[in-house]
């Protein structure tokens, strides 16, 4: 008799409980036909949501920045691959390489490696501007308890963090990325013809290990504190100097993007002509390898091919660079002003 009594109120609160619930999913409906930009920015205040957003943004503003770019940057990755080894020789142009890739196939050759491009924006973008919003509220926040402000030393540490934290995650995605794109340069039986960022991963990781997804790391790392801190420290520093002037906001963020672009390639190009070598070679029959490691490559280079061969396709990669610095930055800031 008891066990009957128990069943049945156990029924009777679950009953209970189901009511409840429905009823606080119809007020919930209720409110968010009533008014669905109230409920739309309460999700987005969520404590989850405030942590998760400048990831989101930031993951989104790099993934439309390389879908713009991704042909400037597939000729900036065949210029640093040019006269490998060599002093002298043809010198190419950005104008030569586009001409030789359009002789070769088609003009969507040009999007090659853009399924690995996104995922690296995915991964490395999110990384690197949510680790910088992260770490730059977070030092705000210590600035203001102590009566003071955050100036360019603060800025500075925070992309340079962000950077080389945001490499090391995203390194796999930009060796696939560079795999895709040097491969058309390999004699046609040589070739691997990488279906996606998919087939590259999984192809690399069979035939030469795991470990080989993280070949140059050390100068993507170094790569990216530099480009970080030239883009990101530079960016904020220009938004604040230029936020008394009489320019209008649209323009104080091109201008501030602008200046951050030449900065970032300024101080990254040599790190970013290391990495492309060091993750394009590939074993020779003999297990050796061209370059044992980035400050090795450093030395051949400037030795084999002189020191202004780590600045060639400056202006391609600073075309590079500026225009994907100022998109993913006014994405970035126009999601941030919209999910605020």
């Given at each position: ?7 049945k109120?156990?029924?009777e609160?679950a009953r209970?409980?189901t ?8 007020r919930i409906?209720?409110?968010a036909?009533?008014?669905?930009i109230?409920?739309?920015?309460d ?6 949501m405030?942590g998760a ?29 040019a006269?490998?080894?060599a ?17 070769q196939?088609k003009?969507m ?7 690995a ?9 999110t990384?690197?501007l ?7 509220n ?19 540490a ?10 090391m ?5 930009d060796?696939?990325l560079?795999?895709?794109q ?5 004699p ?18 069979k035939?030469e ?14 790569r990216?504190?530099?480009l970080n801190?030239g883009?990101?420290?530079?960016f904020?520093?220009?938004?604040q ?6 320019m209008?906001?649209?323009?104080q963020?091109l201008t501030?993007s602008?200046?951050?672009?030449f ?8 790190f ?12 020779a029959?003999d ?8 400050m090795d490559c ?11 061969r ?11 660079i ?11 800031d ?7």
């Open positions: 008799m008891s066990t009957s009594n128990s069943i109120q156990a029924a609160a209970n409980k009511s409840e619930a429905m009823d606080a999913t119809k409906a209720d409110t036909k009533a008014d669905p109230a409920v739309k920015n999700f987005l205040h969520t404590p989850f405030r957003l400048p990831f989101i943004n930031g993951g989104a503003a790099g993934m439309v920045a390389t879908t713009v770019i991704q042909p400037i940057d597939m000729i900036k990755v065949r210029l640093q691959l006269g490998e080894g002093r002298t020789g043809p010198k190419p142009t950005p104008i030569s390489v586009t001409r030789e890739i359009l002789a196939g003009v050759d040009l999007y090659t490696g853009l399924s491009g996104l995922l690296r924006q995915a991964v490395y973008t990384a690197r949510g680790f910088f919003d992260t770490f730059m977070s030092l705000t926040v210590r600035a203001k308890e102590k009566g003071n402000q955050i100036g360019f030393k603060e800025r500075a925070a992309g340079l963090s962000a950077g080389g934290l945001a490499a995650i995203g390194n796999p995605a060796l696939a560079i795999r895709m040097s491969d058309g340069l390999k046609a039986a040589q070739r691997k013809n990488y279906k996606s960022v998919i087939d590259a991963l999984s192809s690399i990781a035939s290990g795991v470990g080989a997804l993280w070949a140059g790391a050390a100068p993507t790392v170094v990216a504190m530099a801190f883009q990101l420290a530079f904020s520093e220009a938004k100097r230029l936020k008394d002037t009489s209008s906001a649209r323009a963020t501030a602008a200046v951050a672009g900065f970032a390639s300024f101080f990254s190009l040599p970013d002509f290391v990495k492309t070598r060091l993750q394009k070679q590939q074993k029959p297990g050796s390898l061209p370059y044992k490691g980035m450093f030395k051949k280079v400037a030795r084999d091919e002189g020191l202004l780590f600045y060639r396709g400056f202006s391609t990669y600073y075309v590079r500026a225009p994907h610095a100022m998109v993913t930055l006014i994405v970035a126009y999601l941030g002003f919209i999910t605020k």
